[in-house]
């Protein structure tokens, strides 16, 4: 047999934090005092405080939802709800406060900007602390802003968009965002724009018990494309801390949109995130979504296939260790004919962890000629763990094809025997096979998330076999 | 005349071949252990029926159902058993109907079904695995009309090395509703199960509706699960071939119902269900 490959990788990158300073903070708990003091630190117009205060209230009426996983633990009165760690954002990496930008530079975010990103966004906290969006794109009138200055920079456009396709009454974490949201990315892509590199967003939650409601909203106009990344990570902590983020999605005729998101919080944090996409004629909608962290993920990102043409497309991946429950899956509506969908699940779960895919398919009268497609593969590695698979299909046409498979399984022995018959160890041997079973959705990722995606994976991996 | 002669008629008879028939407020037939039987009776009463089938016991059940009485049964199959029940509910199905097996160890069960919707029904067909058994459900459904129709399946593996297929073909006419919902559960214990369902769905009328649900619960690694799921339409190339050898559009698309149940055919067993399948699928 041969040596074990020892494989330098450690989460230190990510489980380190700074010390909390903060220039301004609201209390712990909500109320509407928190709710204008947020207003009012990021200068916004009347009538985006009136739709949080209307949100408040929703947040206040709605019932905590029963389905799912188990959300009894959060404390919505220990919740710091707003932390501000610098006076302003900046545009140039050596003006970002020196600890804020020490804790980028070891996720490697400038890095990853210089080499091959077309434009970055960092949150620290509730606040984008750096934001640049390269000239050339600039040029051709590309938006891409922190959504704290969205209002007042762009209020035509934010107030046309915001809130039509996640409504505060969604569901309560969709209230509750629009209620205390700060920061997130507004992107607008013009008509006929390709932005050729990706966009990349970072967040990061630096102190416990502090809570981040990020909001994004990209609209793509007619024949646009644009790639947005995200990644996000926390420190570990003892108490817990709440991600409830909302993304809103509109993509115009024509245009293409990929959203591609690797969330690899601590295992203290609750990741409650609505995310929905509305796509019109022809235009084709892809999340790429990556969940190894967190101690719960709530997550189903949805499209709405509203015109002839729109096609959604769905991939992603769930890692559920010891603790955790990765509760996501996907949506999709068809409401218009000739609509296409597809939806790829992966999910791996070891030492007591639970993976669930909970997933929608709906295909109402309108909507002849649709193509729905559904594949969930499961992986547990052991016999303390859980896999669930909840999949429904609405069909109001019957001139539609839809398509559906799941599978559960553990590692296959004999797979494992054959790559150590060629000399790996049964650690190489397990990890080179969740990276083939993975591989779907890697492929999907820039080179440098790929290799990082991989060494995480070995991470959680290690200690797997014996 | 008692509940017991109601559904099984002259149920004496059954006496000789080892089946006790026990009126009350739930009718019970009892299968002596080792022998061989088949019990054929129709809800003509409200009571429930209870069967406990004895070790190693071999009973065929048929089970005549009435839209207009609940259909409650209880399956008890003791160890080494195997037991072949088919629900025919041709005439229609009541607003409630609840069909549960409890298994023993290394004992066999088979739901087959043929149902017919025409109102608003809700119903449960379940089977409680135990070790090295075995638990099947194979069925077709019809729902017609203005129905509201779900059917609930549950197989559950609750100790190692059981084995279980759950296969359901439905079709949906008129401006039917029809609702599907499949659990495969496998408890932490069920180590080395193998177990699978499939729904296949087709909606031949352009108001009809289906939802299908086919969930998995998954407590143990060492297991083969897996399920799919299907709706579609009556394959128009099909549709088309047909017309041009000379069948009419409706003939045609009553041969391709027939094709697209007549694949249950091969998964049923018992030569006597077998026939009374063939029997009512030649009515659809």
């Known amino acids: 047999m041969s040596a074990t490959t020892k494989l330098n990788i450690t989460t230190n990158r990510y489980r380190f934090h700074d010390p909390v300073n903060f220039v301004f903070q609201t209390p712990k708990g909500l109320n509407e005092q928190v709710v204008r003091a947020i207003a009012k630190q990021h200068d916004e117009p009347d009538w985006m405080l009136e739709q949080r205060l209307a949100a408040l209230r929703l947040f206040a009426a709605k019932k905590m939802p029963r389905w799912g996983a188990d959300l009894s633990q959060i404390n919505f009165d220990e919740i710091t709800y707003y932390a501000r760690p610098t006076e302003q954002a900046q545009d140039s990496w050596s003006k970002v406060p020196k600890k804020i930008k020490q804790t980028f530079e070891r996720l490697g975010v400038p890095q990853a900007e210089r080499k091959f990103l077309a434009g970055v966004g960092a949150q620290y906290e509730s606040e984008i602390i750096y934001h640049r969006l390269k000239e050339k794109w600039t040029k051709l009138g590309v938006v891409f802003c922190d959504m704290s200055d969205a209002p007042r920079r762009y209020p035509e456009l934010v107030k046309k968009y915001f809130g039509t396709v996640v409504p505060a009454g969604d569901n309560k974490f969709a209230a509750l965002n629009t209620a205390v949201w700060s920061g997130g990315s507004f992107i607008y892509v013009p008509k006929g724009v390709q932005v050729a590199l990706p966009l990349q967003a970072y967040f990061r939650i630096n102190a416990p018990s502090i809570g981040q409601f990020e909001r994004t909203l990209i609209i793509a106009d007619e024949g646009s494309s644009v790639h947005y990344l995200e990644g996000c990570t926390a420190p570990v902590y003892s108490r817990d801390s709440l991600h409830a983020a909302v993304v809103e999605l509109i993509a115009l005729r024509g245009s293409r949109v990929r959203y591609t998101t690797i969330q690899n919080w601590s295992q203290n944090v609750y990741n409650l995130v609505t995310k929905r996409a509305v796509a019109y004629r022809d235009a084709v909608v892809e999340w790429v979504d990556g969940n190894l962290g967190s101690k719960v993920t709530m997550k189903y990102p949805c499209v709405i296939l509203k015109e002839p043409g729109a096609v959604a497309d769905i991939l992603s991946i769930a890692f559920a260790g010891r603790g955790q429950h990765q509760d996501a899956g996907a949506k999709v509506i068809h409401q218009a004919p000739r609509t296409a969908s597809k939806i790829i699940s992966k999910s791996i779960a070891k030492d007591g962890g639970r993976t669930s895919y909970r997933g929608l398919v709906s295909v109402s009268a309108k909507a002849k000629h649709a193509r729905v497609k559904v594949r969930c593969d499961a992986l547990l590695l052991d016999g303390r763990s859980r896999s669930d698979t909840y999949p429904t299909m609405k069909i109001r046409n019957s001139q539609t094809a839809v398509e559906h498979e799941a599978s559960v399984s553990k590692i296959n022995e004999q797979q494992l025997f054959y790559l150590q018959s060629r000399g790996l160890s049964p650690a190489e041997a397990e990890r080179m096979i969740i990276a083939g079973f993975l591989e779907i959705f890697t492929k999907e990722l820039p080179l440098e998330y790929a290799v990082e995606l991989n060494r995480l994976i070995a991470l959680e991996m290690d200690g797997s076999v014996g | ?284």
């Open chain 2, 1 to 284: 005349m008692d509940a017991r002669q109601k559904m099984f008629g002259d149920y004496r008879q059954l006496k000789a071949a080892g089946v006790q028939v026990t009126g009350g407020a739930r009718v019970t037939v009892a299968v002596a252990a080792n022998r061989t039987a088949v019990i054929c009776f129709k809800r003509t009463a409200k009571n429930p029926v209870v069967f406990e089938i004895g070790r190693n016991a071999r009973v065929t059940i048929t089970d005549d159902c009435s839209p207009t009485l609940p259909a409650l049964s209880d399956v008890v199959a003791g160890p080494g058993s195997a037991v072949d029940y088919f629900i025919n509910a041709q005439t229609g199905l009541p607003a409630a109907f609840c069909y549960q097996a409890e298994l023993s160890a290394e004992s066999s069960f088979h739901w087959y079904f043929w149902l017919r919707s025409h109102a608003s029904s809700d119903g449960v067909i379940s089977i409680n695995q135990a070790e090295r058994s075995s638990g099947s459900i194979f069925g077709g459904l019809v729902s017609d009309e203005q129905s509201e129709f779900t059917l609930r399946l549950t197989n559950n593996h609750r100790a190692k090395h059981s084995r279980g297929v759950m296969d359901v073909k439905a079709i949906g006419r008129g401006s039917a509703r029809l609702t599907i919902d499949g659990l495969i559960r496998v408890a932490s214990r069920a180590a080395f199960t193998d177990s699978y369902l499939t729904q296949d769905g087709v909606l031949v009328s352009p108001a009809a509706e289906i939802r299908m649900v086919p969930n998995l619960e998954i407590s143990n690694n060492e297991v083969k699960a897996s399920h799919s799921a299907t709706v579609g339409q009556l394959d128009e190339h099909a549709i088309h071939y047909l017309t041009c050898r000379g069948l009419t559009p409706a003939v045609a698309r009553r041969l391709l119902v027939k094709g697209f149940f007549g694949r249950l055919l091969e998964k049923i067993e018992p030569p006597m269900i077998k026939t009374e399948f063939s029997r009512l699928l030649a009515d659809v």
